[in-house]
Nanobody, 121 residues
Framework: QVQLVESGGGLVQAGGSLRLSCAAS????????MDWYRQAPGKQRELVAA???????TYVASVMGRFTISRDNAKNTVYLQMNSLKPEDTAVYYC???????????????WGQGTQVTVSS
């Protein structure tokens, strides 16, 4: 079995920073893309940032220049450094990873449990 466990959410004032972490564990052979999504109340879940196994990154326009996604392949962990936070960044943040498990031929997508980020004005 594979698990993704997130940490690092919380309450912060506008302009502040938070760092989210998501660690994958279990019967992992390799991890391909690792992503962060978020879902605000009444809105659809949106892709915030993604990083490939080779380190290439992409961001949604609204966070470009403020958020940085990175990963530590040795620790099977992805991070999201969030700076200059705005009230509109308030959401539940989820990590997602495409993981090839031991004994399987194809990778599968896994989700973390979500972590709340609240930015006060």
């Amino acid at each position: 079995q594979v698990q993704l466990v997130e940490s690092g959410g919380g309450l912060v004032q506008a302009g502040g920073s938070l760092r989210l972490s998501c660690a994958a564990s279990g019967s992992i052979r390799s991890i391909k893309a690792m992503d962060w999504y978020r879902q605000a109340p009444g809105k659809q879940r949106e892709l915030v940032a993604a990083v490939t196994s080779g380190g290439n990154t992409t961001y949604v326009a609204s966070v470009m220049g403020r958020f940085t996604i990175s990963r530590d392949n040795a620790k099977n962990t992805v991070y999201l450094q969030m700076n200059s936070l705005k009230p509109e960044d308030t959401a539940v943040y989820y990590c997602n990873a495409e993981i090839l498990s031991i004994g399987y031929l194809r990778p599968k997508g896994y989700w973390g449990q979500g972590t709340q980020v609240t930015v006060s004005s």
